[in-house]
């Protein structure tokens, strides 16, 4: 299974995108033993239509155009389930196991992702009760797929 996280927001150079890398890096070494076959980081565009809904409108658009039609989506929201670290893992080693072609995590922009984006999602994850910036969303959920990869096999990244 592909993993895609997709965000709406242009992710520049600096430690967030250095840290985002290096655990898309450790999944790509690891995630096939737990059926993870590839990674990828997209950003997207924030839109800058006149209205918070046109633009969430607009920027769902980007974000659905550029999935695979049937890829399994997983919403980031803040009123998105929380999930233990090993709940998560769970979650990722079924769809993994399910032979689904790809899982895409999506964040989207400073007015969150369209209403018909977060109905479509198999998943609506929150990273916690606290609102977190994009860029530190998009590190926070790269560490956890690879913490979720290493409780898959056994790694002892994760010893809680």
């Known amino acids: 299974m592909r993993i895609t996280i997709a965000a709406i927001g242009r992710m520049k150079a600096g430690p967030e995108r ?5 655990y898309a890096a450790r999944i790509r070494a690891l995630g096939r033993q737990a059926g993870v076959t590839a990674i990828e980081v997209r950003d ?5 239509a006149a209205t918070a809904e046109l633009r969430r409108a ?9 999935l695979h039609p049937e890829a399994v989506l997983i ?6 389930k929380s999930l233990t670290s090993k709940g998560f893992a769970s979650r990722l080693g079924r769809l993994a196991g399910e032979g689904l072609s790809e899982a895409a995590f999506l964040i989207g922009g400073p007015d969150g ?3 018909a984006l977060i109905k479509r999602a198999a998943l609506v ?5 606290m609102t977190w910036p994009h860029r530190l969303a998009r590190v926070m959920l790269a560490e956890q797929i690879y913490r979720a990869v290493t409780i ?9």
């Open 152 to 160: 898959l096999v056994n790694h002892p990244y994760h010893r809680a």
């Open 18 to 22: 250095a840290l985002v890398d290096e």
């Open 125 to 129: 994850l929150a990273l916690g009760a």
């Open 44 to 48: 997207y565009p924030e839109s800058s």
């Open 75 to 80: 919403a980031l929201d803040e009123h998105g």
């Open 113 to 115: 992702l369209d209403a």
């Open 58 to 66: 607009e920027e769902a658009g980007r974000l659905a155009a550029g």
